[in-house]
């Protein structure tokens, strides 16, 4: 397939601090403890904290000449967005607070946030939807006009 915007955001303040956790705890499995059921929690918390890391290190947002796809991870929480679906006339420029932290979430008031810090979020919606999805890019002017150019290919 071929893209029109493509961009990845590595979660550096999650991985970061994960990473460090994870070698400690590592560390403790193999060299501090003799009981099995303090191994046994060990590696409990080892597996918990890869999955989460494999699941929320990265945001790929992309942008086909069909579909826009926000992904985390390896792409087991994704969402997919028809472009033929999208409103061209309902994008704005929003700014994401701090305390909205990052994710994906739904804040019951119509908005859907992809983000992986604060700051400035692409927002659009849907025709014939009251949901607002905002978009937290490097770049959201050239989002914008790839989302743009898409539903003119369409």
Known sequence: MQYIYQEKQIVWWLVVPFSIILFFLILALFIATTSESAKLGLTVSIVIMVLILINFYQLKISVSQHYLKVAFGQGLFKKTFDVKNINPGRFSIVKLPWYYGM????????????????????????????????????????????????????
Not at 116 to 132: C, E, I, Y
């Open 103 to 154: 994710g994906w979430k739904y804040d019951f008031s119509g908005h859907m946030f992809f983000s992986t810090r604060p700051g400035q979020a692409l927002s659009f919606q849907l025709k014939g939807s009251p949901m607002q999805y905002r978009i937290v890019a490097n770049d959201n002017a050239a989002l914008k006009a790839a989302i743009l150019k898409a539903i003119s290919l369409n």
